[in-house]
T-cell receptor, first 113, second 113 residues
Framework: DAGVTQSPTHLIKTRGQHVTLRCSPI?????VSWYQQVLGQGPQFIFQ???????GRGNFPDRFSARQFPNYSSELNVNALLLGDSALYLC????????????FGPGTRLLVL | AQKVTQAQTEISVVEKEDVTLDCVYE???????LFWYKQPPSGELVFLIR??????QNEISGRYSWNFQKSTSSFNFTITASQVVDSAVYFC??????????FGTGTRLTIIP
């Protein structure tokens, strides 16, 4: 079975622009979570979606939004990009909620100039 | 609030040596889960183990072993006979209830050939 997939793998944007990151969960997994990992730090929780509903939100500004589609894939959107948004964005999926083991994708490396 | 501390920022050992990565956690809850993930240079977080708070039995999987001690709130990870392929950043993480998965800051392990 395929693992979690994310696109694009790398992205370069300039300040003020908008970005959309995409994630496809493992087949059969209904929960998707997004994490931001700044260089040298552990991943920080951004959002969790289960059955297309937001089930959790981390301490991130409203510039960050996400949604989950009927096929359980997900998008993370970030508006008005700042230099500090440069990071590795990781998507994780699990069968049910966050109480189960989360399996991570390869991530999208975002660089904001 | 829940917290995970990985005090060892970087560790270097010569190949075939044993190495232990420390993890100390804080949580008010009595039911929780602990995880270890491996992050190679490619960036993808690879799941290694999940333990619940009611199972204090140590676990061994090949060259990997885990020592869970509730009395000291620790969940340490030992690699026996280390290999160059073990070089990576290792993260300990904690989850309880419907809360987010909280990661430590990671330990960068370098195995010297």
């Amino acid at each position: 079975d395929a693992g979690v997939t994310q696109s694009p793998t790398h992205l370069i944007k300039t300040r003020g622009q908008h970005v959309t990151l995409r994630c496809s969960p493992i087949s059969g997994h209904k929960s998707v979570s997004w994490y931001q990992q700044v260089l040298g730090q552990g991943p920080q929780f951004i959002f969790q979606y289960y059955e297309k509903e937001e089930r959790g939100r981390g301490n991130f500004p409203d510039r960050f939004s996400a949604r989950q589609f009927p096929n359980y894939s997900s998008e993370l959107n970030v508006n008005a990009l700042l230099l500090g948004d440069s990071a590795l964005y990781l998507c994780a999926s699990s069968r049910l909620g966050v109480q189960e083991t989360q399996y991570f994708g390869p991530g999208t490396r975002l660089l904001v100039l | 609030a829940q917290k995970v501390t990985q005090a060892q920022t970087e560790i270097s050992v010569v190949e075939k040596e044993d190495v232990t990565l420390d993890c100390v956690y804080e949580t008010r809850d009595t039911t929780y889960y602990l995880f270890w993930y491996k992050q190679p240079p490619s960036g993808e977080l690879v799941f290694l183990i999940r333990r619940n708070s009611f199972d204090e039995q140590n676990e061994i999987s090949g060259r990997y072993s885990w020592n869970f001690q509730k009395s000291t709130s620790s969940f340490n990870f030992t690699i026996t006979a280390s290999q160059v392929v073990d070089s990576a950043v290792y993260f300990c993480a904690l989850h309880f209830g419907n809360e987010k998965l909280t990661f430590g800051t990671g330990t960068r392990l370098t195995i010297i050939p």
